[in-house]
């Protein structure tokens, strides 16, 4: 299948600077296909590989609300954590969710920032897809380097796939699904125009294939429709 490029969507591009946290984490697990379920997915590999009271580093990139890294501070109280994300509405969301407590914030574009602690953990939920095809394969090169030998990196977006037929039935199926759970007209105009005209979906195939070439093993841990979780672990 071939992969169309487009430029990065911007904070403004996304209306992030409209959105309350409590009806942006309301709207984004409405709207993205099986959020729940590659939460519960992350939280079952890092509860698997890392003791409840270890005290390990954690990278966040695109932290949002604070949403993602609230479910894995409570589950390891003893994390330290770095989260970034390029708007400013949504880390101070996030600030007010997390608090200051073993958490360094950065405001900017994950993509350019560099990184020089070493990770146990980088997580990325639904932001990655944003970038051009060739921006991630040089985070994840990035990203491999910054991970302790053994370190994961929990990887859950929305991507395509190689097959042109399975992917038009899983962009159909998403879809229907904004169709289904999204609550108002502006929301469903929203999150539709979002998916068709600012997503830039890689295939997953061509994702594994750049993670694998830059040091890592990599397993798919959940893939339904268009959400797909990649766990990449460094060599």
């Known amino acids: 299948?071939?992969?169309?490029?487009?430029?990065?969507?911007?904070?403004?591009?996304?209306?992030y600077h409209y959105y309350g946290k409590n009806?942006?984490?309301?709207?984004?697990?409405?709207?993205?296909?099986?959020?729940?379920?590659?939460?519960?997915?992350?939280?079952?590999?890092?509860?698997?590989?890392?003791?409840?009271?270890?005290?390990?580093?954690?990278?966040?990139?695109?932290?949002?609300?604070?949403?993602?890294?609230?479910?894995?501070?409570?589950?390891f109280p003893n994390a330290e954590f770095e989260v970034v994300d390029f708007s400013s509405t949504m880390l101070a969301h996030a600030k007010k969710r997390l608090g200051t407590k073993k958490i360094t914030y950065r405001l900017g574009d994950?993509?350019?920032?560099?990184?020089?602690?070493?990770?146990?953990?980088?997580?990325a939920v639904i932001g990655i897809h944003h970038l051009s095809h060739s921006g991630k394969r040089h985070l994840?090169?990035?990203?491999?380097?910054?991970?302790?030998?053994?370190g994961i990196f929990l990887f859950g977006d929305l991507m395509t796939c190689a097959d042109e037929k399975n992917?038009?039935?899983?962009?159909?199926?998403?879809?229907?699904?904004?169709?289904?759970?999204?609550?108002?007209?502006?929301?469903?105009?929203?999150?539709?125009?979002?998916h068709m005209f600012l997503n830039n979906l890689a295939t997953v195939e061509n994702q594994e294939k750049w993670l694998r070439d830059a040091g890592c093993t990599v397993k798919r841990l959940f893939s339904k429709w268009n959400t797909v979780l990649l766990l990449a672990t460094k060599q």
């Open 1 to 15: 299948m071939k992969e169309r490029e487009k430029q990065p969507a911007t904070p403004t591009d996304l209306n």
């Open 23 to 75: 009806r942006y984490d309301k709207d984004i697990v409405s709207a993205i296909p099986f959020h729940r379920e590659i939460h519960e997915s992350i939280l079952k590999e890092l509860r698997r590989r890392f003791r409840p009271d270890q005290a390990i580093r954690v990278l966040e990139l695109g932290v949002g609300t604070g949403l993602t890294a609230s479910l894995i501070r409570a589950a």
């Open 110 to 123: 994950f993509s350019k920032i560099l990184f020089h602690s070493p990770c146990d953990a980088v997580i």
């Open 140 to 150: 994840f090169e990035k990203i491999a380097r910054l991970l302790k030998p053994g």
């Open 167 to 194: 992917a038009a039935e899983n962009s159909a199926l998403h879809y229907h699904h904004l169709v289904e759970h999204t609550t108002t007209r502006a929301m469903l105009r929203d999150w539709a125009h979002h």
